[in-house]
């Protein structure tokens, strides 16, 4: 069958699996256009800027664990991706993104909106392809979409010549591929697995540090088995929250720079550090000599290149983390650990991390606590980055696995609203909120014109403080208060929101916060609500960039009334 | 020893080098040198990276390389007993007065005479980089023009290969 290069690429796309396109439009795309009506299949939705694409097929590949495709056209297209692109390549996110490119004659040329995009994305990309001939098309995507998926995940970026677009070539899906240098490594090496299970058992205060790995082997399962029959706590990284549930007694929640005080306190004093699917990120162990000082580690991980390249490592597995907890839970011993988490649940006690102070005015952590509690904990959050993120982090009681989206690594302002329309359309059925800073709104609130086109019911929480939070929060207690370029701006929100066609509701008082939450999940289509939160509220607990796990600043005294997170939910 | 001798079989496309060198670059590590050239295998390159272990991590230079999609395998042949090589052009100044005195250094080296001019020759050196070192310092004293070094390239003995 003879096709067309942009024909081969949709069949291919198909072939893949592939049910939405999150692209926009451009000169050299225009031949991928012309043949896409032909395939009703592949369902596009149209962003308002390219970085939104990337960031919608990132929270979509999230959400669903399917691959996310992205599309843009050349040069400036294609490099408004780039953002996205890092974001999901440092956050092991599955997505391709599409690049046209100019004709190949005009390539080298500096053409009209000519990039080297292949060469700006060599860095943040898992790989990257130019499809030089319509008759590599169909191998090229059926090696990307394997690279993007299997091993760690991450993004493959296509680049296409327009003419390869119209140049013919026979179609042959591949069934099979081999690509020579791309052979990960899935079953863990039994000897290893046989010391860690030797350690595991002999441990007198072990913790398990378990990460976003956890969730994209979808080894829940396993990690509750792990936990559970050796009594070991459950930490969580940033990525790894909503992969145990938060209300079992084992869980300490997340650890690092805005993690609970017990948490750190347990990493600190254990003898035996097991992390599962993490990569020991900075803002994870706070200064890395200092980590975990007196623990032996294991650490499995998919990408043997993690191993050590931060803490040292007494075993390490390389493996799936689902085939490797199997391997393991085999050799481990019931153990009960009863004076380590005793001790634990003393710090937890002494140290009420969660609590939010009593008080009339609005919090935002007591805004997200009602989001939890009107949803039950059975919501998808999406968070944009800074204090905002922190308190969806902290105060979200995730009920459900795979629940919160967040830009982790990369720590991208603005990605809260396109990978929440990503998300909502991944999972139609599920409630999508993106939890928003007043700073970070402003930079892609133009996808609130994607959810109205294509109805894609995103709920949105403004937390509206009227600073950049976590700067100024920095400033506040690392540089004596001097707000610059902090404090910030911005729009009448809800007019914004009404001016996209969007109901919105304003917020500036406690008792109005639950009436707002349970209006906008009633409405069918997306809602968007601006919370008016207390200026100077800060994140904690806290350890401050450069310090140990150990040293924790906790909110002032004064401050704190305790009123613990809900607990009761049921269990996932 | 600190210099560790990497052996990368990559995929011969176009752009591996720029992959190489990119996340060499990124992940600031220090390379002494790099020599590429045709393996055994067709389509196989083989790139000869020699990194200084003092002031980076060799075993992290590893693996990130053999993460590139692109890299087949990557071995650190630095503890076997291995045969490295480098070759050097260097392009001397000389006078009728001391012509024959760097004739009889280059004899001492087992090195070549491969180009003569009236006020110059090039010598043509091979070995490990601390004889094209010693024989560079000894030539230095004449006037150096112009120096060309291939970088290392290197072999395991015996056996059948890196891998």
Redo the contacts between chains.
Sequence with gaps: MKLNGAQILCESLIKEGVEVIFGFPGGVLLPFYDVLWQYPQLRHILVRHEQGAAHAADGYARATGKVGVCLATSGPGASNLVTGIANAHLDSSPIIAITGQVARPFIGKDAFQEIDI??IT??IT??NY?VLKSEDMATVVKEAFH?ARTGRPGPVLLDIPRDVFVEEATFNYPEKID????KPTLRGHPPQIKKAAKLINEAKRPVIIAGRGVTVSGAFQELHELAENAQIPVITTLLGISCFPENHFLSLGMLGMHGTAYANLAVDSADLVIAIGMRFDDRATGKVSGFAPHAQVIHIDI???E???NVKVTVPIVGEVKNVLRALNKQIETRTHVDWIDRIEEWRKEHPSLAIRETDALLPQYVISKICEITGGNAIIVTGVGQNQMWAAQHFCYQKHNSLISSGGLGTMGFELPAAIGAKVGQPKEIVWAIAGDGGFQMTLQELATAVQDNVAVKIAILNNGYLGMVRQWQALFHGRRYMATPLSGPDFVKIADAYGIPGIRVTDKVQVVAAIEKAIEHDGPFLIDFIVEPEENVYPMVAPGASLSQILEAPDEDIKVKAKPREISSM | MTNHTLIALVENRPGVLNRVASLIRRRNFNIESIAVGHSEVPGISRMTIVVDGATTAVEQVRKQLEKLIEVVKVTDITQGSIIIRELALIKVHTTAATRSEIMQIVDIFRAKIVDVASDSLIVEVTGDEEKIDSLYNLLRRFGIKELARTGRIALTRGGNGTD
């Design positions: 292949t060469g060599v860095p898992k790989h130019l690279i690509i020579r240098g791309y990408d043997p290149a191993i050590g390249k």
